[in-house]
């Protein structure tokens, strides 16, 4: 882990004194515990980031409540003093998984005062009946353009107008991210320093490059970067890399592992998880979920996400490709009624033959949204860029182009973005258990942000100013094609340019490497000419 994250001491100490992981232990045992004990106080700077801290004020969220109390430290050692290894804890579940290697640890467990109950969630002698678990099934180049994910939402709507994610934090939940830390398309990224943490939770450790691929292949639709071959949807944005899946095995432990995961992007101030995950049926059978539990609530991964989005991070989540086996249903967590959901289409825009469908049990419209999943360009190996497809794939997609509408209205919140992509999608008032709401065009979400959060200037408005660089020019109206001259007090001309104004403002990157003083701003437009002032200031 990159300490660059800045998470809390306390954190790190809580989630990482963790026994390692032992090929000895056959049984994973879940424990509920009945409260967390004597509490006492924590400061939010005890448990959170300071980025944290300021998404959960955005959110609404002002004090430290129960859940994000840590598990009693002494209940979890009385555990391990007993021979039982942890492997992780959830605060707001107030739950921690241990491994044991006799199968009578449960009923002891259950016996202790402060044990509410407890579920077995991983057992010894079933053989694997996902040997090919998160295998990518690659395809040489389609014939589609290698952008066509981005195009297909009008996604360069916000690309070429400056926002790429910049300032905006991603957590990436997945299996692996082998190679991550040399793939030429991840280059920029490394650069950087964009990859500010990583940590596995089936492991207990920091390295993460050294398993499966199908997260590298998640994280180079994010922030690849390689012309002609791969444009990522938010290269830009920073990553927190966390391995939450074994993919060794399919059992209900890494529901566990899941939930560990988004409470460590949430101590860390991750805006988004995007997750290339899910669950429905085991090694074991008998942990098997039915259609029904598609309720929202019932899930331990559901209630986990629902929970994580309750705090201000946008969850995206892959719908699932079994609409072609008997399942047939979308997966946990994307049931969650505060989880973007997303289903896949092919080049064409048509629902692939395995994306998931809908609706959740009790009838919400289930996927939410759809972006293009099939033959999606994707780097996984040096020297080598191929592609995938599965809902896997258009998560993030969609993940990464949310990044970008936060960078463009920060004030935004998860259920802002989520309902903007619905209204902005191509099926909004038909939605469907295939496409959902359909797929979104970036402009039009936009639109609805701004027209939220920014106020319409009797004229033109300059934000900020003062600036250290990056501005923005807000209009009344959208007045089209513009023409942007910035000249100094003395009339030297130091940046011009033809540009098209999308849902009412113009961003900015220019002032960077300029000196500090008074920057004149004339604007040539539809509605005549316009004069503004900025001030930059030394960074």
């Given at each position: 882990?990159?300490l ?5 001491l306390l954190?790190?100490?809580l ?6 992981v032992?090929g000895q232990?056959l049984f994973f045992?879940?424990v509920?515990f009945?409260?967390?004990g004597e509490t006492?106080?924590?400061?939010a700077?005890?448990l ?7 998404r ?5 969220i002002?004090d430290?409540?129960?859940?994000d109390?840590p598990v009693n ?6 555990i391990?003093a007993?021979?039982l290894?942890?492997?992780c804890t959830?605060?707001w ?14 009923s ?10 407890t ?16 295998v990518i099934?690659t395809s ?6 290698f952008?066509k994910p981005i195009?297909?939402l009008n996604g360069?709507a916000?690309?070429?107008?400056g ?8 957590a990436?939940l ?8 040399r793939?030429e398309s991840?280059?920029n990224l490394r650069?950087r320093?964009?990859i500010i ?7 207990n ?7 499966n691929t199908h ?12 012309s002609?071959k791969i444009a990522g ?9 966390l391995k939450t899946e074994d993919?060794s095995?399919?059992?209900p432990?890494?529901?566990d592992?899941?939930a ?6 949430d101590?860390a ?6 997750s ?7 090694d ?5 979920y ?10 331990i991964?559901t ?7 309750s705090?201000?991070i946008?969850?995206?989540n892959?719908?699932g490709n079994?609409?072609d086996?008997?399942?047939?249903k ?7 009624d505060?989880?973007?959901a997303?289903?896949a289409v ?20 289930k996927?939410?949204?759809?972006a ?9 190996a ?6 995938g497809s ?7 997609v ?9 960078q463009?209205?920060?004030e935004?919140t998860?259920?802002?973005?989520i309902?903007a992509?619905n209204?902005g999608?191509?099926?909004?008032n ?5 496409y959902?709401?359909?797929i ?9 942000l701004?027209?939220k959060?920014?106020?319409v ?6 934000r900020?100013n003062p600036?250290?660089g990056?501005?923005d ?5 959208s ?5 942007i001259k ?15 104004v999308?849902s009412r403002i ?5 002032l ?5 003083g008074?920057?004149?701003i004339?604007i040539n ?12 200031l030394?960074?």
């Open positions: 882990m990159f660059s994250s800045r998470i809390p954190i790190l100490l989630q990482f004194t963790v026994t390692a032992s232990e045992i879940r509920y009945k409260d967390k006492g106080s924590y400061n700077s005890e959170f980031s300071s980025r944290a801290i300021l959960r004020e955005k959110a609404g002002t430290v409540d129960y859940r109390f430290s002494q209940y979890i050692n009385n391990k007993m021979g290894k942890l492997h959830s605060r579940l107030n739950t921690a998984l241990f491994g044991s290697t006799d199968h009578n640890s449960v002891i467990l259950n016996n202790l005062p402060y044990v509410a109950g579920r077995l969630v991983k057992t010894p002698g079933k053989k694997s009946l996902f040997p090919d678990k998160l099934n040489i180049p389609g014939q589609a353009p952008d195009t297909m360069y916000l690309h070429d107008h926002f790429r994610g910049e300032n905006v934090l991603i990436v997945d299996g692996g991210f082998s190679s991550a830390d793939i991840l280059s650069t320093k964009g943490a990583t940590y596995d939770f089936v492991n450790s920091t390295d993460v490059y050294n398993a997260g590298t292949a998640v994280l180079s639709i994010l922030a690849g970067n390689l002609g949807t938010a290269p830009s944005a920073n990553y927190i890399l993919v095995s399919e059992f432990c890494e529901e592992f899941w560990a995961g988004a409470e460590y992007a101590s101030g991750a805006d988004i998880i995007s290339s995950l899910g669950y429905y049926n085991f074991d059978p008998s942990m098997d039915k259609h029904i539990d598609l309720n929202g609530n019932t899930a991964v209630i986990a996400a629902d929970i994580a989005a705090k201000g946008l969850v995206v892959s719908a079994e609409r086996n008997y399942w047939q979308i997966i946990f967590p994307s049931d969650g505060s989880v973007l997303v289903g092919d080049e064409n825009e048509l629902i692939s033959g395995f994306s998931s469908s809908g609706p959740s049990s009790d009838r919400r419209i996927p939410d949204v759809s293009m999943g099939v033959l999606v360009p994707l780097q996984t040096l020297g080598y860029v191929t592609r599965g809902t896997s794939f258009s998560c993030p969609i993940s990464g182009m949310s990044a970008c509408l936060l463009a209205v920060p935004a998860p259920f802002d973005i309902t992509l209204e999608s191509d099926r909004f038909t939605p469907d258990s295939l959902g709401y359909g979104p065009d970036m402009s039009i979400a936009l639109q609805k701004r027209d959060y920014v106020l200037p009797e004229e033109i408005l300059i900020p600036t250290t990056p501005f020019i807000v209009f009344g109206n007045p089209g094609p513009v023409e910035i000249l100094s007090t003395t009339g030297k001309l130091i940046y011009s340019n033809s540009l098209t999308v113009l961003h900015l990157d220019v960077q490497k300029h000196e500090q008074l920057y004149l004339k437009g539809s509605n005549g000419t316009s004069i503004g002032k900025i001030i930059k030394r960074e």
